[in-house]
């Protein structure tokens, strides 16, 4: 062989590249390096679904929820959020602490850390401080 089966770009096949994130997701997971198999995981999941490869794709997405973090379909931003998740971004986005989110809401302030992790992957961010930034990009778009 010359070699020109090998020089074509990996986004030319994007299955065969989902199926190595998912297997390279799963394995980082199995080896409790949970963070950097979500984007792997996450990555594949969303493009077995582009591609309607429903097996694959539940199988990405069950691997995605054993690292914490389900799969929220085709919606993504604001929409992929559930009401009292947006009310928790929006009030810590305005500057309120956990502390204040949660005697506002009648919440431990537990509970509103645990919604604002959850939040974060959503929107596509890490830190509280790109917060206000990402809700108004998304309501923008919306």
Known sequence: ?????????????PFDLARIQLTYGSHLRRVKRTTDARLHLANASQTFHRLRATPWADRADRELRAT?????????GLASLTPQQRQIAQLAAAGYTNKQIAARLFLSPRTVSTHLYQVFPKLGITSRAALRDALADTADSE
């Open 1 to 13: 062989m010359n070699g020109q089966r090998f020089s074509r770009p990996a986004y030319g096949w």
């Open 68 to 76: 914490g973090i389900s799969h929220a379909g085709t919606a993504t």
